[in-house]
């Protein structure tokens, strides 16, 4: 009786493991990914897909260095606003919270909505082919020095 509880119990485990992971659940990950401490291209570029695989894979050492650079930068919410999707391709419109500390204290806090455009590669990878900015918004905590 044992062994056919631990069968059924590693079986399912073996098929939830394998369940495919979809454009809502990519996006997210690579949101996290990106407010993540270390960051590697080669990660980034493996979320990516189409134009915006072929413009990151064009950035410079120096481009990659500033874009990879999210010190002092914190997640402070994602929300799916809406999303749009068909078999092989899902538009989904985004907030993104963000803040931005130095030493401690609050620099700014930002706001941005964006589109990202999802493309399914295969049966069941979902990557990010295009993100487009529609709304930025930054409240400053600190005097701006001009």
Request: net charge positive.
């Amino acid at each position: 009786m044992k062994k056919t509880i631990l069968y059924f119990l590693a079986l399912s485990m073996m098929i939830s493991c394998q369940e495919t992971r979809g454009p809502d659940e990519t996006l997210r990950n690579f949101i996290t990914y990106r407010f993540a401490g270390r960051q590697e291209i080669s990660k980034v570029k493996s979320y990516l897909t189409g134009k915006l695989l072929d413009k990151v894979s064009l950035f410079t050492q120096k481009e990659q260095e500033s874009f990879l650079d999210t010190k002092g930068l914190s997640n402070k919410g994602f929300k799916i606003l809406l999303r749009k999707c068909s078999d092989t391709l899902c538009n989904i419109t985004y907030q993104l919270k963000y803040a931005k500390s130095d030493q401690g204290k609050t620099d700014f806090l930002g706001e941005v909505k964006k589109i990202a455009e999802l493309t399914l590669i295969g049966e069941s990878s979902w990557k990010i082919s295009n993100i487009e900015e529609v709304k930025t918004y930054f409240e400053y905590k600190k005097a701006l020095d001009l």
